[in-house]
């Protein structure tokens, strides 16, 4: 059980780095409580599984430090830093029962049979795989091989942290609510800090309590998934949280106030500087609602999904998505949208002005 | 005991490079020489038996003929093999067992049964003599270790992976070219690596089914076999000449070997 | 594997199957005529029925030739699988020691095989040949074309010499094609070096191995050009293989039928063997 801390890290796959594309992670500053379930949340190449396996132990960094309960890990084994990983498709032991398997970790390190045997039962009736205990692990179908993968990480009494990347890419559909809310139900059970990298929203959002959002290569937000939902730091959060994605429009400034096709938008932000090189209002189309004043647009398409209706409208400055209860009249044709003050913020070149 | 890993494959090379080093000894010396006399490099250092093969036009064409009929049956036993390999490894078909194992029991029989019947059915198809011929010959052995060399490494291959593919959204093909060549790299490269190797040293057939425009430097070879008895120089240095492309083959597929399992993010 | 029964899969191995089957029917059709007739030469043939088999198999000259045909395949698998499965394993990863190795090993294989013979031929010579000259300075008495414990030693140690690196290569590339995450569990799960071993790279390489064996075991057991060129089957018929033999009698004395019928019986042989150890390897197969 640990409090992890990672100190400036960095790292480059590359020799020699020319320029901030080079490296693979920039300046990650980062402190995971002790018995959290973290999600590292981010699109492909971003980082994550990278971080991952530096936090694991399986990668050096380039710079930085990684320290468990304040005490310097960099240079430790992953044996050493006794963690566990799951990884994106199942890695069982092919000649191996299901019991072997699990036992495995467990025999490695040196413990007596009896104990062995009475903790591999322990987690297979944890894991709902003790039927299987005797069967060939090759055998099983990809959720029960990930669910022996898991066991062998969970086997080990002693694990600090629990790392899981993408562990339900090979999952069937229909079973990765079944195993994403088992691994909800672990983590409230044995209370170990599990940290969960995803590129799918869904999976982050309801496995974990603080979500961390990777952007190439750089942590850009850390917080719960309400938080990240109502006040994205920056765009890229607005945009990748939540479906539809939040609605991010260019705008101009003047004399401190926002101004999208000549209408002034009260936000939540306070305009200090104006020496930005690029700025932008961000909404999300909860938050939009039809009115008698305010932006100008034209509606193209009404959707109903049951749930809600998705408009999709346009205006001089871009596409604006409003998202409005299924029941509610929609005007056609031309129409004003007003935004909600207390969610738009101004970002300025991409980040929140707060 | 890690530190000295390097040994094992030190050693080993040491040993494979001795009687190479033999043979370029030889490539260098008289046929009298090597007869007559036991030295470790030449004593009396000749180019004699490379000039002779540069300059004789039937060394130098039979090197060409071959290089182009190997060429030719390893591009077309991979590209055959590959999507049969693909269908062994992932699928469950009417005879499957039983037809990849028929495919290997064509390397069974010793090639001095073929000759005869392979000119005889070559020539009546009007193929004799062509590089073709030799390609598409060699076919029959070449194409079985391709097929099975490759559902090998196929198989190694989670299927899970092809699903997810799927699930993303991919077309059947580009799946297969984008997503799954690249994770059986080391399979291809040695599986090129070896139809060249074997195409390259067949020479039964390389010299029955041709006689001059496709000829061979197989047949060449076992020239030098000649009334006056071998002519040893000239041997060793076409035997030194033969490791080349094949070494320059396995050069250009190092990485696809080394590499191997080359898993994008899906 | 879960393998999914589709029937459409032939149209991916009808390339396959034509180009092979064009080639092996002619012959075939051939061979099995001989096999079952006589010839007294201008193409005049009288029917014999199994009297060439029957001949053949009860044999002492065939049986002897099985015998040391048997023995040297055994002997031969025996060095080769092992010894390149571990160089495979102490080979580099990567850096500039790959190109180096797979260069370097793969020269042997790539040597026409009568040069081959023939250089261990003059090698093994005692007055003129390194491996003769060194052996002979060295205080054994040396004679490969004399003396017979001499002749199996050179013809072992000259295939040894060819055809290990063809193991070498294909374990190593079965090796490269593990993927790093069994690795990385297996170092979490703090596995030893021979655990690793045993439990992820011998069962991945598996069929790669298998392809090898099965490889070795067929080439080596229709081994011609490479002793017959080293020791012409000698001294007398100590290395005279199956495939020598074959060739003696169907040249020397012109019995086709009896060659026809025994080159048959040889490729039955082959077959079977390959056809057990095949079943045995992929037994796992069908239960995983």
């Known amino acids: 059980m640990s409090k992890i801390t990672l100190d400036n890290l960095s790292h480059s796959y590359l020799d020699k780095q020319n320029s901030d594309a080079d490296w693979a992670l920039r300046d990650i500053n980062l402190d995971l409580q002790d018995g959290g379930a973290y999600a590292l949340l981010g699109p492909s190449g971003c980082g994550k599984t990278t971080l991952l396996n530096i936090i694991s132990g399986l990668l050096n960094p380039t710079k930085g430090k990684v320290l468990f309960d304040d005490k310097d890990v960099t240079s430790q084994t992953p044996v050493e830093r006794n963690i566990a990983q799951i990884f994106q498709f199942p890695v069982i032991y092919d000649t191996m029962t299901v019991y072997k398997n699990l036992a495995f970790p467990l025999k490695n390190r040196g413990m007596i049979d009896s104990e062995i045997d009475s903790r591999v039962k322990e987690i297979a009736e944890m894991l709902e795989l003790t039927k299987t205990l005797n069967n060939r692990a090759s055998g099983l179908t990809a959720d029960g091989k990930q669910k022996i993968s898991l066991g062998r990480g969970l086997a080990r009494s002693n694990v600090n942290v629990i790392m899981f990347d993408e562990p339900l890419t090979v999952i069937d559909p229909h079973l990765k609510w079944v195993l994403r809310s088992k691994l909800k139900e672990l983590h409230q059970k044995i209370n170990k800090t599990m940290i969960y990298v995803t590129h799918d929203q869904t999976e982050a959002l309801t496995f974990a309590n603080q979500v961390v959002v990777m952007h190439e290569g750089q942590l850009v937000q850390t917080g719960t998934p309400v938080e990240l939902f109502e006040k994205p730091k920056h765009t890229f959060v607005g945009h990748f949280i939540g479906s539809p994605g939040m609605n991010i429009l260019p705008c101009q400034i003047q004399s401190a106030t926002p101004v999208i096709d000549g209408v002034k938008i009260s936000t939540n932000s306070q305009i200090k500087k104006s020496n930005f090189s690029k700025t932008e209002i961000g909404i999300r189309p909860e938050f939009v609602s039809f009115s008698k004043e305010g932006i100008p647009v034209k509606v193209l398409k009404v959707s109903n999904t049951g749930r809600h209706k998705i408009i999709d409208t346009e205006c001089k400055s871009g596409k604006i998505k409003v998202l409005s209860h299924p029941s509610k009249d929609i005007p056609s044709g031309s129409a004003f949208l007003s935004f909600n003050k207390k969610y738009t913020y101004t970002y300025g070149d991409s980040w929140i002005i707060e | ?266 | 594997m879960n393998k999914t029964i589709n029937q459409k899969a032939w149209l991916f191995v009808i390339p396959v199957f034509i180009l092979v089957a064009f080639n092996a029917v002619v012959p075939l059709m051939t061979v099995v005529n001989y096999a079952f007739q006589e010839t007294f030469g201008n193409n005049v043939f009288t029917w014999e029925g199994t009297r060439w088999f029957k001949q053949i198999l009860r044999s002492d000259r065939f049986h002897s030739a099985l015998g040391r045909q048997f023995l040297f395949t055994g002997v031969i698998l025996f060095i080769q699988v092992p010894l390149g499965i571990a160089i495979a394993l102490t080979m580099p990863k990567k850096g500039i020691g790959v190109s180096v190795c797979l260069v370097l090993m793969s020269m042997p294989l790539l040597i026409p095989w009568n040069v081959v013979g023939a250089m261990w031929n003059i090698i093994a010579l005692p007055e003129i040949g390194l491996l003769g000259h060194t052996l002979n300075d060295l205080g054994f008495d040396y004679n490969f074309t004399q003396q017979t414990g001499d002749a199996w030693f050179t013809t072992i140690l000259m295939d040894v010499w060819h055809w290990t690196s063809l193991v070498v290569l294909l374990s190593y590339a079965g090796l490269r094609s593990i993927q790093p995450a069994y690795y990385q569990a297996a170092e979490i799960d703090g596995a030893n070096r021979w655990a690793v071993f045993r439990h992820i790279e011998l069962p991945k390489m598996k069929k790669v191995l298998t392809i090898a064996i099965l490889l070795r075991f067929m080439d080596s057991f229709m081994i011609y050009t490479e002793p017959f060129v080293l020791t012409g089957g000698g001294p007398g018929n100590a290395t005279a293989f199956l495939s020598i033999d074959l060739v003696k009698m169907a040249l020397g004395q012109f019995d086709l039928g009896p060659a026809a019928a025994m080159s048959l019986i040889y490729f039955f042989i082959v077959l079977l063997v390959c056809w057990v150890f095949y079943n045995l390897m992929m037994r796992n197969e069908a239960q995983g």
Request: proline share 5%; charged share 10%.
């Open chain 2, 1 to 266: 005991m890690k530190k000295y890993k390097w040994l094992v494959p030190t050693i080993y090379i040491l040993f494979l490079m001795l009687p190479i080093y033999w043979l370029l000894n030889m490539s260098f010396k008289t046929t009298t020489e090597i007869i007559n006399t036991y030295s470790l490099w030449p004593q009396k250092f000749t180019f004699e038996n490379y000039i002779t093969i540069f300059t004789d036009n039937t060394w130098y064409t039979g090197y060409l003929n071959s290089i182009y009929y190997v060429v030719m049956n390893t591009i077309l036993s991979v590209v055959a093999a590959l999507p049969a390999a693909y269908a062994f490894s992932r699928y469950k078909f009417l005879g499957d067992k039983h037809l990849f194992f028929w495919l290997l029991t064509n390397r069974m029989a010793p090639p001095a049964v073929f000759a005869l019947p392979f000119f005889q059915f070559y020539s009546s198809i009007n193929l004799f003599d062509t590089h073709v011929a030799v390609a598409l010959s060699h076919c029959l052995f070449n194409i079985p270790l391709a097929v099975w060399i490759l559902e090998g490494f196929i198989s190694a291959v989670p299927k899970e992976l092809d699903e997810t593919a799927y699930v993303d959204g991919y077309a059947f093909w580009r799946f297969f070219f984008k997503i799954f060549i690249p994770t059986i790299t080391a399979g291809i490269g040695i599986t090129m690596f070896f139809c060249f190797m074997f195409s390259w040293v067949e020479l039964l057939l390389a010299k029955t089914l041709t006689a001059v425009a496709a000829k061979p430097i197989a047949a060449t070879m076992t020239r030098t076999v000649s009334t006056s008895g071998y002519e040893l120089g000239l041997l060793a240095a076409a035997g030194s000449l033969t490791i080349i492309p094949g070494a320059i083959v396995i050069y250009f597929v190092r990485n696809y070997i080394a590499k191997g399992f080359a898993l994008g993010r899906v």
